[in-house]
């Protein structure tokens, strides 16, 4: 019945099933327009391919694209710069989310570190980290740490936003019960601060989720010698427009999946809110 | 009564805010003494200051000037031996109602054991048997009032101060806590200081009702309530009753 860790907080058996029920409504909707979507989108590729016209290195058939994606997968090359691109999006995920919500959790806390801090923090903003990319690959070399670096600074500015919104949002009242019950600034920080701003924690951390990937494809699309950017420029340099559509398309299984993830994270961690009106 | 002892004393307690070049002058020498055992209820106009006051007398809130003395010593911060109600339930919404009430525990360390036993005993008390696990927001206001309530007896404090616990609730389920709370005061010996913007809920539970007048807000009436215990909503059509509640408007009116 009691639980002394904090991750406990947000195991809870409660009686009702509001939240569940209206989440099973939804994969089970999901479990029939997920393959149709999917069936009626190929069927569109099928036919365009067929009768716009266009030459196969514009348009490759999905047949065609089907069999470079076996032949990549046979040679394990697909699988090397999967992983690859993986480890870097999981890295700057990692290093953005970490020192995004740290500096965040600072700037939500004193006055001081805001004053001092934000105007660079705005100004850097304004600097497109796409353009810099080239300027990273430069500082850190074509291997995986540029890529990292550049996925990191990419996820950071909408993390720290988000972090510094939820610190704020933690009621007043919440504080000043922790207070007249004498808790540490640790147990502030486990049993009221990290839950309550959570749900905020996690909108950031989806937004993050998807952002890390476009960095780490951009990254390798600048400079690379692995990893699906650096694929898709090999296609394109060959005219090997196949290859091309089985990076992206690998690209976007892994986003989806990454999503997917962050959502069932925060499903899991939010049964505890109202489940959304309309269901 | 006990105790004839003062477990809390107000020393001319001034609170002002900054606003303008003025300030905002909420609280202006208020001074009182809380004896131990004692049943304090507050009343006053709205937005008079008695939240403010609440906060001061729990430590939250340092007062512009003077001072509380709890317990013989100076407060500046707050006490573990203060609970708090809060004007509003003030739930964590993630946590489940056992998980709610077992909060000062788990912050003043106690074993596993001990505070599974005394969850039980508490929830016994304030009458949620079979909503030990129900969220917040599955709770009805005034369920939540009495998980508020229990969060606050839960590490046995000496001193319960209660900022309006039954302001959201409908008249009937209001006197029904007020019972409630009457009962729970006298079993578990504790001293209050309640505010309250009923009247009649005042006079029915205090031993002493404290009238504020509007900001800034001083003391207009301290009146000993000398009704037998224990109380009954019978009470409340006595004229001894009629004549203290009528005293108690009067105040409130002059202001
Ligand atoms: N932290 C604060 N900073 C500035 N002004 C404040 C602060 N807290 C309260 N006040 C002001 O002090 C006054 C008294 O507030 P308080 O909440 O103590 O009144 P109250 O008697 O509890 O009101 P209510 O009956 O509505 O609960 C109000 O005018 C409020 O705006
Ligand atoms: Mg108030």
Same mark, same amino acid.
């Given at each position: ?18 939240g569940a029920r ?6 089970r909707?999901?479990l ?27 348009l490759?058939?999905?047949?065609a694209?089907a069999?470079r994606? @076996?032949?990549?997968?046979?040679d394990?090359?697909?699988l090397?710069?999967?992983s ?16 995004a ?24 903003q ?18 995986r740490?540029s ?12 993390i720290?936003?988000?972090?510094i919104?939820g ?7 919440l ?6 019950l004498?808790?540490?600034r640790?147990?502030i920080?486990t049993?009221?601060?990290i839950?309550?701003a959570?749900?905020?924690l996690?909108?950031?951390?989806k937004?993050?989720?998807t952002?890390?990937v ?5 990254g390798?699309?600048v400079g ?8 898709i ?5 060959v005219y ?16 989806l ?12 961690f939010?049964? @505890? ?7 | 009564m006990?105790s ?8 001319s ?6 606003d303008?070049?003025?300030g ?43 001072a ?16 708090f ?16 009430i ?19 005993e508490?929830i ?13 927001r ?7 009032q009495r998980?508020a ?16 616990p039954?302001g959201?609730?409908?008249a009937?389920?209001?006197e ?12 578990s ?6 505010v ?9 539970l205090?031993?002493?009702?404290l ?7 001083s ?19 006595t ?7 009528a ?5 409130i009116?002059?202001?």
């Amino acid at each position: 019945m009691l639980r002394g860790s904090f991750m406990a907080i947000w195991e809870h058996r409660s009686k009702s099933v509001s939240g569940a029920r209206n989440g099973k409504r939804q994969i089970r909707y999901a479990l029939w327009t997920i393959p149709l979507s999917i069936l009626s989108a190929y069927l569109l590729w099928e036919a365009a391919s067929r009768w716009s016209g266009l030459p196969a290195f514009i348009l490759p058939a999905p047949a065609a694209v089907a069999r470079r994606l @076996w032949a990549a997968l046979q040679d394990g090359s697909l699988l090397r710069h999967t992983s690859t691109t993986l480890a870097e999006i999981l890295g700057g995920l990692s290093l953005g989310f970490i020192f995004a919500t740290s500096l965040g959790y600072l700037l939500a806390k004193s006055k001081t570190v805001e004053r001092i801090l934000s105007p660079y923090i705005v100004a850097s903003q304004s600097i497109p980290v796409v353009a810099i990319a080239p300027l990273l690959v430069i500082w850190f070399g074509p291997g995986r740490i540029s890529k990292v670096m550049i996925s990191a600074l990419i996820v950071f500015f909408p993390i720290l936003i988000n972090t510094i919104v939820g610190v704020r949002s933690v009621p007043q009242d919440l504080y000043d019960l922790m207070r007249s019950l004498r808790a540490t600034r640790w147990q502030i920080f486990t049993k009221l601060e990290i839950p309550a701003a959570m749900p905020v924690l996690l909108g950031g951390l989806k937004i993050g989720a998807t952002l890390s990937v476009i960095g780490a494809v951009v990254g390798e699309l600048v400079g690379a010698d692995q990893g699906l950017g650096f694929l898709i420029n090999v296609g394109r340099g060959v005219y090997d427009t196949t290859l091309v559509y089985v990076a992206v398309i690998t690209l976007v299984v892994l986003a989806l999946t990454l999503f997917t993830f962050v959502a069932a994270l925060e499903w899991w961690f939010l049964r @505890w809110r109202e489940p959304p009106a309309g269901y | 009564m006990t105790s004839n002892a003062a477990i809390l004393h107000a020393e001319s307690l001034y609170v002002t805010f900054p606003d303008g070049d003025l300030g905002l002058r909420v609280l202006e020498d208020i001074s009182f003494d809380v004896k131990a055992n004692e049943f304090v209820c507050i009343v006053g106009p709205s937005g008079c200051g008695k939240t403010t006051l609440l906060r001061v007398l729990g430590g939250l809130l340092e007062p512009s000037r003077g001072a509380v003395i709890f317990e013989g010593q100076a407060l500046a911060r707050p006490r573990r031996r203060i609970g708090f109600v809060f004007q509003e339930s003030n739930l964590m919404p993630w946590r489940s109602t056992v998980d709610n009430i077992c909060l000062p525990l788990e912050i003043t360390g106690a074993s596993p054991e001990f505070i599974r036993k005394r969850c039980e005993e508490l929830i016994d008390l304030v009458g949620l048997v079979g909503f030990e696990e129900s969220l917040p927001r599955d709770l009805s206001g005034g369920m939540a009032q009495r998980v508020a309530i229990a969060r606050a007896l839960a590490h046995q404090p000496d001193l319960l101060l209660m900022d309006e616990p039954f302001g959201q609730l409908d008249a009937l389920t209001r006197e029904r806590m007020g019972t409630e709370l009457l009962r729970i005061w006298e079993a578990s010996k504790s001293t209050v200081v309640m505010v309250t913007h009923s009247i009649s809920e005042a006079v029915l539970l205090a031993d002493r009702v404290l009238v504020l007048s509007a900001r800034p807000a001083s003391i207009v009436l301290d009146l000993s309530v000398r009704l037998t215990r224990p109380r009954s909503l019978e009470l409340t059509y006595t004229r001894r009753f009629g004549d203290l509640a009528a005293k108690v408007r009067g105040a409130i009116q002059s202001t």
